[in-house]
């Protein structure tokens, strides 16, 4: 085991947690900005309207799931969906 003084252990104890923090915060950027290209626009789904009617239901697949129904995907699916049929599915 290395013979390390206070200020020594300190020093490397404080270089760890901001490695940590780092790595963090470039995960947390990375996992940001994949979840956004993920998202489809309404445009996309119009032109891939079985995907849309795919994603639709999905979204409609668990009733009492309203943080589902609210995401992105869901919404422009669904508005996808009203544009091309002219009706709230």
């Not at 947390?28 to 445009?43: F, G, H, I, L, R």
């Amino acid at each position: 085991m290395l013979n390390l003084n206070k200020t020594q252990k300190r020093n490397a104890i404080i270089a760890a947690s901001i490695s940590v923090l780092i790595t963090s915060i470039i995960l947390n950027t990375t996992n940001a900005e994949s979840s956004k290209s993920d998202t489809k626009s309404v445009a996309w789904y119009t032109a891939n309207i079985k995907q849309a009617e795919a994603q639709n239901k999905l979204c409609r697949a668990d009733s009492e799931n309203t943080a589902l129904h609210e995401t992105e995907n869901c919404v422009n699916a669904l508005h996808a969906l009203e544009i091309s049929f002219g009706v709230k599915r």
